[in-house]
């Protein structure tokens, strides 16, 4: 497995997390601090830390525009009635997708539908390959 795929898993896991913690009123502007408690603990790749960082930051950078392309290509779902894993592994594609040009949008999507085959639901890869479908065609038209 390659470091970008363990920084992708790791910040998975991370956004996971943190969806319980803003619930129970956590701020975000210490998320730093956390996530390196959260690598310690979980024994994070030192070599995976900074990509899952600058996932992290931009995610909760531009949540709500991420947020609002997820939820504009999931027909019919609101984003509250996703589950979590999915919702999470959506934000990282997306965030991908629309702020890194190194990563073809292609990949962003496989290491999507491979991360949710691991970690989410039997019917979440290809809920996840639609969704993010949808989003590629309404970011790059």
Not at 105 to 116: C, F, L, P, W, Y
Request: with cysteine; aromatic share 8%; glycine share 4%.
């Amino acid at each position: 497995m390659g470091v970008r795929r363990k920084a992708r898993e790791a910040a998975l896991q991370f956004l996971f997390q943190e969806d319980f913690m803003l619930e129970e009123g956590h701020q975000v502007e210490n998320f730093l601090e956390r996530f390196d408690s959260f690598c310690t603990l979980y024994q994070v790749n030192r070599k995976a830390r900074p990509y899952a960082q600058q996932l992290l930051g931009g995610i909760l950078r531009d949540r709500i525009d991420i947020d609002t392309c997820i939820e504009q290509a999931a027909s019919n779902w609101r984003l509250a009635r996703i589950a979590a894993t999915d919702r999470n592994i959506l934000r990282l594609a997306v965030f991908e997708m629309m702020s890194d040009d190194e990563i073809p949008d292609q990949v962003a999507i496989n290491e999507a539908v491979e991360i949710a085959k691991r970690f989410a639901g039997d019917e979440s890869p290809a809920f996840i390959n639609g969704v993010l479908d949808a989003v590629k065609t309404s970011i790059r038209s």
